[in-house]
């Protein structure tokens, strides 16, 4: 079946940096867009960035714009997000989800804290 | 970018009950519109897609209505288990943007 594990998150201080990491199993991953999506507590969703199956189509919010970057290697079927210069406003549950735009299937989500 | 508004921000509503959920967006975006339904601690779950297709396994009491700039959600019978927060999402052009959630309490 179609399954999205993340991983990666944890505790970081401001300023410091952190890779996300999604494993996908079940479907034919290079044929799909794939997004990050994250919530802060108590909060939306905030769409994060997306990427094309082939990784030619990249887009990110402005509030990551700069800061993150979303990658994808095919044949390990995993995708990526690299976080930079992390603020305490970028702490969230992040999720991996398929499709960059009529997302069908979520990760569980993995847990950034942001936090001196 | 575009903006979604939706509403309401909450509702009380019983067992039974037809709960109606409305995302306006701020120009047209066709049929590019997706529900989801997220309950406490568990990742969102798709609803509708294109606006009115039911998603499969999803219960037919659920339907999606609408195009252009104003969408709408209906449960047509609440049951106990469709207690959550419901979310909107638009993809047309480049941005996507999530409405502000619903969330449907007792």
């Known amino acids: 079946q179609v399954q999205l594990v993340e991983s990666g998150g944890g505790l970081v201080k401001p300023g410091g940096s952190l890779r996300l990491s999604c494993a996908a199993s079940?479907?034919?991953?290079?044929?799909?867009?794939m997004s990050w999506i994250r919530q802060a507590p108590g909060r939306g969703l905030e769409w994060v960035s997306y990427?094309?199956?082939?990784?030619?189509?990249?887009y990110y919010a402005d509030s990551v714009k700069g800061r993150f970057t979303i990658s994808r290697d095919n044949p390990k079927n995993s995708l990526y997000l690299q976080m930079n210069s992390l603020r305490a406003e970028d702490t969230a549950v992040y999720y991996c989800?398929?499709?960059?735009?009529?997302?069908?299937?979520w990760g569980k989500g993995t847990t950034v804290t942001v936090s001196s | 970018d575009i903006q979604m508004t939706q509403s309401p921000s909450s509702l009380s509503a019983s067992v039974g009950d037809r709960v109606t959920i409305t995302c306006r967006a701020s120009?047209?975006?066709?049929?590019?519109l997706g529900w989801y339904q997220q309950k406490p601690g568990k990742a969102p779950k798709r609803l509708i897609y294109?606006?009115?297709s039911l998603q499969s396994g999803v219960p037919s009491r659920f339907s999606g209505s609408g195009s252009g700039t104003e969408f709408t959600l209906t449960i047509s019978s609440l049951q106990p288990e469709d207690f959550a927060t419901y979310y909107c999402?638009?993809?047309?052009?480049?941005?996507?943007?999530f409405g502000q959630g619903t969330k449907v309490e007792i």
């Open positions: 294109a606006a009115s």
């Open positions: 079940g479907f034919r991953f290079s044929d799909y867009y």
């Open positions: 120009q047209g975006i066709g049929n590019d």
């Open positions: 999402l638009q993809h047309n052009g480049y941005v996507r943007t």
């Open positions: 990427i094309s199956g082939s990784g030619g189509t990249i």
């Open positions: 989800a398929r499709g960059g735009g009529a997302v069908d299937v």
